[in-house]
């Protein structure tokens, strides 16, 4: 079975400073990878994901993250927050040919204060 | 385009009565999940519809628990005799297919809070 967690359950950061979202997921077989962000008082939206290739994926909004096999992580990255990246993350797997259901994480919301 | 939709957006019940709740799907998408967002349990998966038949129920948490999906669109999930417990945000989300990653993405609706009293 697959399992993902993501180690802090808060993250509060001051503006313009850099974060790190951590995100280890446990798996026997090949999965592809996903980061949702929820908005205050909004629905899920996909941030990003990793399907292949190039293990470095970015958003529009300046997120960035790495999938790393061998640690089995996938955390993500912003050098410089604003106010308005205030949400809860969720980190997200599903295996390969299967029918795509997402697995979370328990999610760890980003609090930005000026 | 319309997005996913859920009705209602809020629903109070009183313990052992049952609810529907009702997900509108992306015009076109085959691929609908049920989702469920709670404090205890975190995002869980609860059932998965290709079309109109459902090949993976795995999530649901009890037989109180069933979903339909007629027409390939519209989708019911119905929660009989409500539990205190079951108290959550019930989310749906639909994809253009399953299958293929690359066209996998699934959008989600607003959700359903459902407070079981």
């Known amino acids: 079975a697959q399992s993902v967690t993501q180690l802090d359950s808060q993250v509060p950061v001051f503006e313009e400073a850099p974060v790190e979202l951590r995100c280890n997921y446990s798996?026997?077989?090949?999965?592809?990878l996903f980061w949702y962000v929820q908005y205050p008082n909004q629905g899920l939206q996909l941030l990003l994901k990793?399907?292949?290739?190039?293990?470095l994926v970015e958003s529009i909004n300046g997120f960035e993250a790495e999938f790393n096999k061998s640690q089995t992580s996938f955390h993500l990255r912003k050098p410089s927050v604003h106010i308005s990246d205030t949400a809860e993350y969720f980190c997200?797997?599903?295996?390969?040919?299967?029918?795509?259901?997402?697995?979370f994480g328990a999610g760890t919301r980003l609090a930005v204060h000026p | 385009g319309a997005g996913v939709s859920q009705s209602p957006s809020n629903k109070v019940t009183e313990k052992g009565k049952d609810v529907e709740l009702r997900c509108d799907p992306i015009?076109?998408?085959?691929?609908l999940y049920w989702y469920r967002q709670s404090l205890g349990q975190g995002l869980e998966f609860l059932i998965y519809?290709?079309?109109?038949?459902?090949?993976?129920k795995s999530g649901l948490p009890s037989d109180r628990f069933s979903a339909e999906r007629t027409g390939g669109s519209v989708s019911t999930l119905t929660i009989q005799r409500t539990q205190q417990e079951d108290s959550a945000v019930y989310l749906c989300?639909?994809?253009?297919?399953?299958?293929?990653?690359?066209?996998?993405?699934?959008?989600f609706g607003p959700g359903t809070r459902l407070t079981v009293l």
């Open positions: 989300a639909s994809s253009l297919l399953a299958a293929n990653p690359l066209t996998n993405e699934q959008f």
């Open positions: 798996s026997s077989v090949s999965v592809y």
């Open positions: 990793y399907l292949s290739g190039s293990t």
């Open positions: 997200a797997v599903t295996i390969s040919g299967g029918y795509n259901k997402l697995i």
């Open positions: 015009s076109g998408h085959t691929a």
């Open positions: 519809f290709q079309g109109n038949s459902a090949p993976d």
